[in-house]
């Protein structure tokens, strides 16, 4: 089991807005929870209406705008049960002292008090109000009595309020919300992840991008490796509960959600930091680096001055990471790439052998719509003899996709592992 942790397309929110001068800022709430995917439909109060159109919600979430318990026409839609059926999450933003009090009371004279009474999903309320009417005894009595039923209250902000008072009573920016919500089906994926995912409770370390190999102090050797697939990677074994410490080159990437990046330049720096990662604990070690071949065997100190019509720079050969780890004595599953542009199929199950892998994922770079710089690769899977299992061919299709089947790929191998006798 695996779970894509930066995609909310399955999570169904309702946005409950109250009259409240807030509700301008519950506009923006919506786009923000639509640019991290979640499904939203927006129920809106009577008091609300006075401040923003339903209409206005409806372009901003792409769904008819919920505001009647009596409504033939609606309830024949997506009716108060359906709608407390759908959600995965209400949050009320903001909430009005009046509709904290009908949910305290267990009132049901309008939609939204129906929807709480009838939901099973968590709700959350961001009371907005005057600091005054935040204060008030009857007010602060509901909200204990919302904790004590299981609401959660993000508490209001301080700072100046609309009617010129200041003090506590303000909603919290919408993109703080946003994050909050995204941040708690993060949490639950992650712990469900932790114990079902298919590599629950493994320590993975991957190697990505290229390695830099200084000349001298403003040049240096590197390739064209952008490390697209190694991030994508990282990002599945943590989608399937695995801890993750990515050992970054040069690359422009966003670090993956949950992933522990450490940057590296060289490939010595690069093999350093992944002896260390074994000592700290490594299960799956994979290198999907293209580390430099050759370092320069002497690293000017100063600027190389323009001088002749040649320069010799002297090579000397980089240590095999992949191959170094594998030789250690408490050595990780590991897992090789292989790109070649010819000879494919053989080349890789050379390397798996002679770099002594547990498995080889390998791609045909001569391939112009796959490989390096593509967001879309192919690839063949082989496993070390002793797995006794087939050849995997992972047709073309996203860096993400290719990346899960790996995970799949490595899980199934780790669970079938034939021990020698
Ligand atoms: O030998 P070749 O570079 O084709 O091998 C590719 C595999 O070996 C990749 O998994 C790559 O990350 C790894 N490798 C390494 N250290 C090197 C060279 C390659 O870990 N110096």
Redesign the pocket.
């Known amino acids: 089991m695996s779970f894509d942790l930066s995609v909310f397309s399955n999570k169904n929110i309702i946005l409950a807005v109250t009259g409240g001068i807030a509700a301008y800022k519950s506009a923006i709430l919506v786009r923000r929870l639509k640019d991290y995917g979640f499904n939203v439909r927006v129920v809106m109060t009577h008091g609300a209406q006075a401040f923003i159109t339903p209409l206005t919600f409806q372009a901003l979430s792409g769904n008819p705008v919920h505001t009647e318990l009596l409504d033939p026409e609606a309830e024949a839609g997506m009716g108060h049960i359906e709608l407390a059926r759908w959600a995965d999450l209400v949050l009320v933003a903001p909430a009005s002292c009046d509709t904290i009090a009908k949910f305290a009371a267990g009132l049901a004279d309008d939609l939204l008090s129906t929807l709480y009474l009838a939901t099973k999903a968590p709700v959350w309320v961001a009371p907005a109000m005057n600091q005054q009417m935040w204060a008030a005894k009857p007010t602060q009595r509901n909200l204990n009595t919302l904790v004590e039923d299981g609401v959660h209250v993000i508490m209001p902000e301080a700072g100046s309020q609309a009617c010129g008072d200041v003090g506590l009573g303000r909603m919290p920016e919408p993109e703080d919300l946003a994050e909050q919500v995204k941040n708690y089906f993060h949490q639950a994926q992650r712990a469900i992840a932790e114990k079902f995912g298919l590599l629950a409770g493994k320590r993975v370390v991957i ?1 990505a991008g290229p390695t830099r190999e200084a000349i001298d102090p403003v040049r240096y050797i590197s390739n064209h490796s952008t490390g697209k697939m190694g991030f994508a990677i990282a990002a599945a074994c943590y989608s399937a509960g695995a801890k993750v410490t990515l050992l970054a080159g040069p690359v422009s990437l966003d670090t993956p959600n949950g992933v522990r990046r450490i940057n590296v330049s060289s ?1 010595i720096k690069m093999l350093d930091e992944s002896m260390h990662q074994l000592e700290e604990g490594c299960d799956v070690f994979i ?3 293209a ?1 430099a ?1 050759y370092r320069v065997a002497e690293v000017a100190e100063h600027k190389i001055k323009k001088a002749g019509d040649e320069l010799n720079v002297s090579l000397v050969k ?5 191959a170094t780890i594998a030789q250690q004595s408490k050595r990780p599953f590991m897992v ?3 790109a070649e542009t010819r000879n494919v199929e053989e080349y890789a199950a050379g ?1 798996l052998i002679a ?1 002594k892998l547990d498995m080889i994922a390998c791609n045909d770079v001569s391939r112009a719509d796959i490989g390096f710089a593509s967001d879309q690769n192919a690839m063949t899977v082989f496993f070390a003899e002793q797995y006794q299992m087939e050849k995997r061919d992972l047709e073309k299709a996203s860096k993400q996709e290719i990346a899960q089947q790996l995970v799949e790929a490595i899980h199934d191998a780790l669970n079938h592992k034939i021990e020698p006798v």
């Open positions: 190697t490939a290198a999907t680096a580390v071949d980089n240590p095999d990471i992949v090789g790439f292989a390397k770099k």
